[in-house]
Nanobody, 119 residues
Framework: QVQLVESGGGLVQPGGSLRLSCAASGSIFSIMLMAWYRQAPGKQRELVATIASGGATNYANSVKGRFTISRDNAKNTVYLQMNSLKPEDTAVFYC?????????????WGQGTQVTVSS
């Protein structure tokens, strides 16, 4: 089993910045992908950014140029640097990890951290 613990959420004014962290622990074997998703009130969960094991990144169009995903492999930690935050970025942000154990691929989720962008 893998545990994901997110931190770094909070209240920030429009135009401000926040840095989310997600530390993975437990039975970690071969991480294929780590990602951040978010879910705003009344909306479906959506993909924000991904980072593959080789370092390749991908972003939702709505956050390109403002958010940066990065990863510390030694610490099994993924980060999301969020700049130029907008009220529409308000959501619960979830960390996601996909790993393979032989032929089995398993997905894990964190408990979520609230990000509120408001003046």
């Amino acid at each position: 089993q893998v545990q994901l613990v997110e931190s770094g959420g909070g209240l920030v004014q429009p135009g401000g910045s926040l840095r989310l962290s997600c530390a993975a622990s437990g039975s970690i074997f071969s991480i294929m992908l780590m990602a951040w998703y978010r879910q705003a009130p009344g909306k479906q969960r959506e993909l924000v950014a991904t980072i593959a094991s080789g370092g390749a990144t991908n972003y939702a169009n709505s956050v390109k140029g403002r958010f940066t995903i990065s990863r510390d492999n030694a610490k099994n930690t993924v980060y999301l640097q969020m700049n130029s935050l907008k009220p529409e970025d308000t959501a619960v942000f979830y960390c996601n990890l996909v790993q393979s154990t032989g032929p089995v691929v398993t997905t894990y989720w964190g408990q979520g951290t609230q990000v509120t962008v408001s003046s």
